[in-house]
């Protein structure tokens, strides 16, 4: 196998153990009655600019 090749399927691994994190943390803010799509759109809200310049 190459280093390309060994790379390729590490990064493979990784991201799926991240998306079985992902999965189980948006489980656990259900379970605790708390909506990740609502989460997401505070996110939106405070990251847009509040200063106008002029």
Not at 22 to 51: C, T, V
């Amino acid at each position: 196998m190459s280093i390309a090749e060994n790379e390729i399927n590490q990064l493979k691994k990784k991201i799926s153990e991240l998306e079985n994190e992902n999965r189980l943390l948006k489980d656990r803010l259900s379970e605790a009655g708390i909506s990740y799509a609502d989460i997401i759109n505070a996110e939106d809200f405070y990251k847009s600019e509040k200063y106008n310049p002029e």
